[in-house]
């Protein structure tokens, strides 16, 4: 730093939150308070400080402009729990491997010291791990998934790797059972559920497919919830969700930004990257594909399906049984069973959406 050059803030906020214990001596640490409110020249008249500051990085083997450029390269957050340094109360943490001396990164106090009572051992922090899953396992809650394709598939992947449910089996309609085990679980029937899985341990999810427009998956969770089950949601820790007001048995994937104000009814599918705008209302049993932007101050009726890369305009109302088809660009509302193509989308005549999906 130059003659007479004032710190920056970066410089400041480092030296004036790291807790440096022992390596600072108690005057130098007596008078920080007081030199940062008058930001005062790191090299002028009392130029020791600048040396013991220098003194603290070089412990660890690096200058204070390299320790800048850990910081940098790790987007000023922890490099375990990912917390961005200005949530902190102190400045990130030098860590080094306490073998070789080498510095591995910069981490926050709690991630520091969490590693360092397990002594950074790596079969400490494996059986540590194992006994926080197995404790998950234990308290998770029980749901079983309805079918055997793809969606029940998929159902068990997010739900058992990205939520609190454990998925204890599949069930199907009688005539649809052609096997007794799928992804390592038991497949039973609906008339097996209510006999062996009672309403009051286990809850149930229905994500289907968009077959009749959504009508197949619309009967199946009408019985199930006749039969006195409870649904649960799917959301997807990736996803960004900033409304409350969701009914039951939603599927919500990664990447899907939900705004404020948005009303979901129940029953409906968003797959991967979807964009749903503020005070947007959607009703019961629709797809949203993915890449679809439904802008604010819409009104998504029951039963509709959105294709890849559709666009729907501001402030419309989309009929029930509407199909918007990929990449349509729909600027004004919709008919009831209409087929919406192309930019702008029209509809196509003598065409009704049960006849294509």
């Given at each position: 730093m130059k003659k007479g050059e004032k710190m920056s803030e970066e410089q400041k906020a480092v030296i004036s939150k790291a807790n440096t214990g022992r390596k600072f001596s108690d005057e130098f640490k007596k008078n920080m308070s007081d030199r940062m409110k008058k930001q005062t020249p790191w090299n002028k008249g009392k130029s020791k400080y600048t040396h013991e500051r220098d003194k603290y990085f070089a412990y660890y083997g690096i200058t204070f402009e390299q320790y800048n450029e850990l910081l940098r390269n790790q987007n000023n957050c922890c490099k375990i729990c990912n917390t961005n340094e200005r949530n902190l109360k102190e400045v990130l943490h030098?860590?080094?491997?306490?073998?070789?001396?080498?510095?591995?990164?910069?981490?926050?106090?709690?991630?520091?010291?969490?590693?360092g009572h397990l002594k950074d051992n790596l079969g400490?922090?494996?059986?540590?791990?194992?006994y926080l899953e197995d404790h998950k396992r234990e308290n998770k809650k029980k749901v079983i998934v309805f079918g055997i394709q793809d969606y029940s598939q998929l159902a068990h992947h997010y739900l058992t790797t990205d939520s609190d449910y454990e998925v204890a089996a599949f069930v199907v309609s009688?005539?649809?059972?052609?096997?007794?085990?799928?992804?390592?679980?038991?497949?039973i029937t609906l008339q097996q559920l209510d006999a062996n899985y009672s309403r009051e341990t286990?809850?149930?999810f229905a994500p289907m497919s968009p077959k009749s427009m959504n009508e197949n998956r619309q009967k199946?969770?009408?019985?199930?919830?006749?039969?006195?089950y409870k649904f649960i949601n799917y959301t997807s820790s990736r996803a960004t969700v900033?409304?409350?007001d969701i009914g039951e048995n939603?599927?919500?994937?990664?990447?899907?930004?939900?705004?404020?104000?948005?009303?979901?009814?129940?029953?409906?599918?968003?797959?991967?990257g979807n964009h749903i705008g503020h005070h947007s209302e959607i009703m019961?049993?629709?797809?949203?594909?993915?890449?679809?932007?439904?802008?604010?101050?819409c009104r998504v009726s029951d039963n509709c399906f959105f294709g890849v890369n559709s666009t729907i305009r501001d402030g419309l109302k989309i009929a029930r049984y509407s199909l918007i088809s990929q990449g349509a660009n729909v600027l004004k509302d919709t008919e009831e069973a209409g087929v919406y193509i192309g930019n702008p989308a029209k509809k196509l005549e003598g065409k009704h959406s049960f006849e294509v999906i």
């Open positions: 030098v860590d080094h491997d306490h073998e070789t001396n080498k510095v591995r990164g910069l981490l926050c106090r709690k991630c520091n010291l969490g590693i400490l922090l494996t059986r540590a791990v194992k009688k005539d649809y059972k052609d096997k007794d085990e799928f992804c390592g679980l038991p497949v286990f809850n149930v199946v969770y009408e019985v199930l919830r006749m039969m006195g900033l409304t409350e939603n599927f919500i994937l990664e990447n899907n930004v939900i705004q404020p104000f948005v009303k979901i009814g129940n029953n409906n599918v968003f797959w991967s019961d049993n629709n797809t949203f594909t993915s890449h679809v932007v439904l802008s604010g101050h």
